[in-house]
C-alpha cells in the first residue's frame, strides 16, 4: 500500500503545501535528503490552534495540532518528492510545544505527529526525534514541526 493509499484509508485529504510565511523556503533538498521549515497547525490558511499548551489548550488538543503540522509536513514532503512513495524514510522529527511553566507533556503531545508518520509510512517512518517546550511561537502556534526524509529514485525504491 503506498503512503497516499494509507493517508486515503485514514480519511486524510492532503492539503496543498503551505507556503512561507517570512524569508525562507518552506523544504530544502541537499543529495538525497529532504529537510522542512517549520510546519505549523494551518488549516485552511488559518491558525488552528493558537495558544499555550497547560495554559491555553489541552494535551488532547496539543496532540491533535501536532498531527496537523504533520499533514502539512507530509503535504511539504509531497511537494518536494512528487509522489509520497519516494520517500525511503522519515529520519528526525523536531517539535517545538508552545508551553506554559512547569508543562511536561512535550512527549505525549508529540506522538500526535510521530503516531501519523507510523501509520502513514510504516516502517519507514519510524524516526529519531527532539521535543522541546518553548515560550513563545510565532503566530501563537500551539506546535512547530520540522522534518527530515530520505528520499529515493523511484516508487519501488524500499532502500
Known amino acids: 500500500m503506498t503512503p497516499e493509499q494509507r493517508l486515503a484509508e485514514l ?4 492539503p496543498a503545501a503551505p507556503p512561507a510565511v517570512a524569508a525562507y523556503v518552506p523544504w530544502v533538498q541537499t543529495g538525497n535528503l529532504v529537510m522542512t521549515s517549520g510546519q505549523l497547525p494551518w488549516r485552511d ?3 488552528a490552534y493558537a495558544g499555550k499548551l497547560g495554559v491555553d489548550l489541552r494535551d488532547d488538543e496539543g496532540y491533535q495540532a501536532a498531527r496537523l503540522c504533520a499533514i502539512n509536513a507530509i503535504a ?3 511537494a518536494a518528492a512528487g509522489e509520497l512513495s519516494r520517500i525511503r524514510r522519515i529520519v528526525r522529527v523536531e517539535g517545538y510545544v508552545h508551553c506554559g511553566p512547569g508543562y511536561r507533556g512535550h512527549p505525549q503531545v508529540l506522538n500526535g505527529a510521530s503516531d501519523l508518520f507510523n501509520d502513514v509510512f510504516g516502517e519507514r517512518g519510524r524516526h529519531t526525534r527532539l521535543a522541546l517546550g518553548i515560550h513563545e511561537m510565532p503566530l501563537d502556534a500551539a506546535i512547530e514541526l520540522s522534518v527530515w526524509a530520505e528520499v529515493g529514485d523511484g516508487a519501488n525504491d524500499q532502500g
Open 11 to 14: 480519511g486524510i485529504a492532503l
Open 45 to 47: 490558511g488559518a491558525m
Open 76 to 78: 511539504q514532503l509531497k
